[in-house]
Antibody, heavy 120, light 108 residues
Framework: EVQILESGGGLVHPGGSLRLSCAAS????????MTWVRQAPGKGLEWVST????????YYADSAKGRFTISRDSSENTLYLQMDSLRVEDTAVYYC?????????????WGQGTLVTVSS | EVVLTQSPATLSLSPGERATLSCRAS??????LAWFQQKPGQAPRLLIY???KRATGIPARFSGSGSGTDFILTISSLEPDDFAVYYC??????????FGQGTRLEIK
């Protein structure tokens, strides 16, 4: 059974950093495209970043480029999102999503999310 | 960037009625469109991908149609559990992956 569990959210000051983790079970994350999607309070869904399942290519939304880094640790079967230079507008629930293989970005399975609050 | 526009913003219907939700793309996304359901406090759930393919475990009352720029999600006979927010999403022309702004389906 596919299970996805995000952690690492919390309260951080503007300009600070946070690393989100996404622990996966029931599948091997290195074989699949993995994606982060966020949702600001009361707002819609926003794609943040994707890492491919084939060659570890990474992709970022303009809002994340240069500040966020997606990566994975195959030995831990865990996906990460390193977030630096955080802004108030980064406040959101961050979802980790399992996609397909190769570069298939169908957003099949979602974790329950972790809340990031950026505030002074 | 492909902009997805969903209509209506809010749809008020009764259980047993048929729901028709629309998603229009600013340029063709071929059939690379998905639909998600989100209930309060929960993560989104994939309903439909590639415009018309039901995801695993999704009831047959949910169906998707369309291609190019115009797409429809139909719920044939609403059940109480179907009242939620629905989002469309495209993966044809990415990055970025983009979502519509959502349609809230509420009980009349």
């Amino acid at each position: 059974e596919v299970q996805i569990l995000e952690s690492g959210g919390g309260l951080v000051h503007p300009g600070g950093s946070l690393r989100l983790s996404c622990a996966a079970s029931g599948f091997t994350i290195s074989n699949f495209v993995m994606t982060w999607v966020r949702q600001a309070p009361g707002k819609g869904l926003e794609w943040v970043s994707t890492i491919s399942g084939s060659d570890d290519s990474t992709y970022y939304a303009d809002s994340a480029k240069g500040r966020f880094t997606i990566s994975r640790d195959s030995s831990e079967n865990t996906l990460y999102l390193q977030m630096d230079s955080l802004r108030v507008e980064d406040t959101a629930v961050y979802y980790c999503v399992k996609c397909g293989g190769g570069l298939d970005v169908i957003l099949y399975y979602w974790g329950q999310g972790t809340l990031v609050t950026v505030s002074s | 960037e492909v902009v997805l526009t969903q209509s209506p913003a809010t749809l008020s219907l009764s259980p047993g009625e048929r729901a028709t939700l629309s998603c229009r793309a600013s340029q063709s996304v071929r059939s690379y469109l998905a639909w998600f359901q989100q209930k309060p406090g929960q993560a989104p759930r994939l309903l439909i991908y590639d415009a018309s393919k039901r995801a695993t475990g999704i009831p047959a009352r949910f169906s998707g149609s369309g291609s190019g720029t115009d797409f429809i999600l139909t719920i044939s006979s609403l059940e109480p559990d179907d009242f939620a927010v629905y989002y469309c999403q495209q993966r044809y022309n990415w990055p970025p992956i983009t979502f519509g702004q959502g349609t809230r389906l509420e009980i009349k």
